[in-house]
């Protein structure tokens, strides 16, 4: 079992910045598991489906949705078994609630969430 929990949400005015972290614990396949699975973040604006924002391998390589690249960035720490999420130049439509994902054998685990409001 893996439990997830994100942090860092809040309210930035456009152009801003903010830092997600999302911590994994649980048995011992929440050890070092942004190391050894590949790691996600997603979002889902009011109205709208969850789309996938970044993704991280074990391997190091990552990938982000055409609308953040360049503006965010998706990082590890195994020290500390926790997942970032570098949000900079924020926009409106980054609005939503962020989620961190990550599949171990073949099973998804999510945390609950955190918001992010980008104002105008």
């Known amino acids: 079992q893996v439990q997830l929990v994100e942090s860092g949400g809040g309210l930035v005015q456009a152009g801003g910045s903010l830092r997600l972290s999302c911590g994994a614990s649980?048995?011992?396949?929440?050890?070092?598991?942004?190391?050894?699975?590949?790691a996600k973040w997603f979002r889902q604006a009011p109205g709208k489906p969850r789309e996938w924002v970044a993704l991280?391998?074990?391997?190091?390589?990552?990938n982000y949705r055409a609308s953040v690249k360049g503006r965010f960035t998706i990082s590890a720490d195994s020290t500390s078994n926790t997942m970032y999420l570098q949000m900079n130049n924020l926009k409106p439509e980054d609005t939503a609630v962020y989620y961190c994902?990550?599949?171990?054998?073949?099973?998804?685990?999510w945390g609950p969430g955190t918001q992010v409001s980008v104002s105008s």
């Open positions: 991280m391998t074990p391997f190091g390589p990552t």
């Open positions: 994902n990550v599949e171990v054998n073949m099973t998804p685990y």
């Open positions: 649980g048995s011992t396949s929440a050890s070092n598991v942004f190391s050894t699975n590949t």
